[in-house]
């Protein structure tokens, strides 16, 4: 209720003045934890090499690589617990949303992978590819991070293009999207705040 008393007491200069500050707020802890997003962009495109190289050596078992990935389900969870335990973490409605933006689109891309990788075939990467760009441009605009915004555009037009790339290639594919989508906009957010401070 104090929340709605706040909200009704401000006028619409407030209301905007309030509303930046929150997406300054939320750009600034992403800032500080870019490494996460920097981390996922190395396992990711790391794994999706690893797949086809192991593929095209044959291994039947080439999609086992991406299990590394549970390790970095594991690393951020305790890396954010770790934050909100020591209170340099806190919260507001732009960073919850994106953690659980990041949370759940990790799920469903487990979900794809273990229940549904037989039936969607060599259509599981290229789905895969487009819930990771969504992810990131979703990311970028909440933020209003263009490295972001178009890394993630971008990832989402390899990932449709990835639809019509042989189901041999399509692990490149993906590692390329992690590197376009993760990796290159999170060395750019670390330059820019490198010298901005």
């Known amino acids: 209720?104090?929340?709605?008393?706040?909200?009704?007491?401000?006028?619409?200069?407030?209301?905007?003045?309030?509303?930046?500050?929150?997406?300054?707020?939320?750009?600034?802890?992403?800032?500080?934890?870019?490494?996460?997003?920097?981390?996922?962009?190395?396992?990711?495109?790391?794994?999706?090499f690893a797949h086809y190289v192991f593929d095209a050596l044959g291994y039947a078992q080439a999609h086992l690589s991406y299990s590394v990935l549970s390790l970095g389900f594991v690393v951020t969870f305790i890396y954010y617990f770790k934050k909100s335990k020591s209170g340099s973490h806190s919260w507001n409605l732009i960073t919850k949303i994106l953690a659980y933006l990041g949370w759940f689109t990790g799920l469903n891309i487990v979900i794809l992978s273990i229940v549904f990788a037989t039936m969607l075939k060599a259509l599981l990467i290229p789905m895969i590819a487009i819930l990771l760009s969504?992810?990131?441009?979703?990311?970028?605009?909440?933020?209003?991070?263009?490295?972001?915004?178009?890394?993630?555009?971008?990832?989402?037009?390899?990932?449709?293009?990835?639809?019509?790339?042989?189901?041999?290639?399509?692990?490149?594919?993906?590692?390329?999207i992690a590197i376009v989508a993760f990796i290159v906009p999170s060395i750019l957010l670390y330059q820019k705040q490198k010298y901005h401070v």
């Open 1 to 48: 209720m104090n929340k709605n008393i706040i909200m009704e007491t401000l006028s619409p200069e407030q209301s905007l003045l309030l509303i930046q500050q929150t997406i300054a707020d939320a750009k600034g802890r992403f800032k500080e934890n870019g490494v996460i997003f920097m981390m996922w962009g190395i396992l990711i495109a790391g794994c999706s």
């Open 134 to 176: 969504m992810n990131i441009i979703i990311v970028g605009v909440a933020l209003r991070e263009k490295a972001f915004l178009w890394g993630g555009i971008v990832a989402n037009i390899i990932a449709i293009f990835t639809f019509f790339v042989p189901y041999l290639f399509q692990p490149l594919m993906q590692a390329l």
